[in-house]
């Protein structure tokens, strides 16, 4: 096998347990390395930072010189996340407005309670059982129901999402050479779907507001900072599926790296106040979000290659995080990791809109497993991940909890 097929490798379901090794022969091929299909490939840390800082390097699926023809409703109307400046700036600072400083600084605070609350429910219902799937018991439903609860989502409408998420998160997917026509379609229309949902949701609040996002949305005072219905339905879809999906990933992903290693788990038991720390070291070692792809505007220059204007380009985050040229000994898990500047919520102008909020729910989900975790074993491992290799992470993690004699 050539590097040239490493995408290609890295997509194949076959190594989604651990893409890791292939990571490493990317980064020592690296630190670009051309694809069969024309496409680029950046696995080293200090280049995928630097691109993600450089404004001649779209996240618009538009900026292609030949855009085919069947482009996508979302790619014919990206959200902000797909977006560049100033346009992204506009879109990511309205929605920002009800979720976080300058406008509501203590808007992630405030729901400190209400999380604690929902965590400590699930738990409870947990108590008396021996087997638990960490994803379907524990990781989807904590934060889809903080998510819809910001929002402003009816708890009974919660069970709509689930399927309109995997059908637009698969549709996001990265890899070369594959027929998505179908794939795309369904993503679209999982999409529309929806964005119509929520816009209808927030009409019903219009002109009687109410403490939660949609409904602030969609009774913004100041006429310039308003959104149209387009934009409502990108923003909202995007912040739900955002808002949950990858949070899913790093608290199962989390659980799994702590049961592989007994150590740190008891390191964490004993010690709770290194879950800021661990959480971080997570986010570097096993990041739900593995890559981005990007498209250069111009002919751009990366350690001697000339990546051409137009092409696709994909960072590989979870690469750059086990880089040894940036992170002593990479591939250990370290929860008292110093200087832990990781790209697990990306970096630049699309740092992670949520990661606030990911980092307060992981946080408070981990402190409540872990005194759990100490009597649970894995039933399989490695289990069984999800198809996407972009949002990487396992559809299901069974575990075995002993009850105390």
């Not at 600072?93 to 699930?122: W, Y």
């Not at 999982?190 to 949701?201: D, F």
């Not at 959104?227 to 990108?234: D, G, H």
């Not at 923003?235 to 989390?254: D, F, P, R, W």
């Amino acid at each position: 096998m050539t590097a040239d097929t490493l995408l290609e490798r890295i997509s194949d379901y076959a190594n989604r347990s651990n893409p890791y090794p292939l990571y490493a022969e990317l980064r020592e091929a690296g630190p670009v390395v051309r694809q069969a299909d024309g496409s680029y490939l950046i696995g080293t840390y200090h280049e995928i930072n630097a691109l993600l800082h450089d404004p001649r390097i779209s996240a618009d699926p538009r900026s292609r010189p030949a855009p085919a023809p069947g482009l996508s409703e979302e790619e014919r109307q990206p959200p902000f996340l797909r977006l560049d400046d100033p346009a992204h700036h506009r879109l990511r600072t309205l929605a920002m407005r009800p979720f976080g400083p300058p406008h509501s600084p203590g808007r992630i605070d405030a729901m400190r309670g209400q999380i604690t609350e929902l965590t400590e429910e699930l738990i409870e219902a947990l108590r008396d059982r021996t087997q638990i799937d960490i994803v379907d018991d524990f990781a989807y439903p904590l934060p889809v129901t903080v998510i819809c609860r910001l929002l402003g989502v009816p708890r009974k409408d919660e069970p709509l999402f689930r399927q309109w998420s995997d059908a637009i998160v698969a549709s996001a997917d990265v890899g070369p050479g594959q027929d998505t026509i179908e794939r795309d379609r369904a993503g679209e229309q999982a999409r529309a779907e929806m964005g119509r949902y929520l816009v209808n949701l927030a009409e019903q609040r219009r002109g009687h507001p109410s403490d939660d996002m949609l409904s602030a949305f969609i009774n913004e005072p100041d006429p310039a900072m308003r959104l149209t219905r387009e934009e409502l339905a990108e923003t909202a879809v995007l912040l739900l599926i955002a808002g949950h999906e990858t949070t899913v990933n790093l608290i199962t992903n989390g659980v799994l790296t702590l049961l592989r290693h007994p150590d740190q788990l008891d390191r964490l038991r004993r010690d709770l106040g290194l879950l800021p720390s661990a959480v971080e070291e997570l986010l570097r070692y096993e990041p739900p979000v593995q890559m981005r792809e990007r498209i250069p505007l111009a002919d751009v220059d990366v350690a001697g290659t000339t990546i051409p204007q137009g092409t696709s380009l994909v960072l590989v985050l979870a690469s750059g995080n086990r880089d040894p040229q940036r992170f002593h000994e990479p591939d250990r898990f370290d929860p008292t990791r110093p200087g832990n500047e990781h790209l697990g919520f990306g970096s630049g102008i699309h740092l992670c809109y949520g990661a606030p909020l990911a980092r307060v729910e992981a946080q408070i989900a981990l402190r409540a497993l872990i005194p759990r975790l100490g009597t649970a074993t894995l039933i399989q491992d490695p289990p069984p991940y999800r198809q996407n290799a972009m949002l990487r992470g396992p559809r299901h993690l069974p575990v075995e909890v002993r009850r105390p004699a």
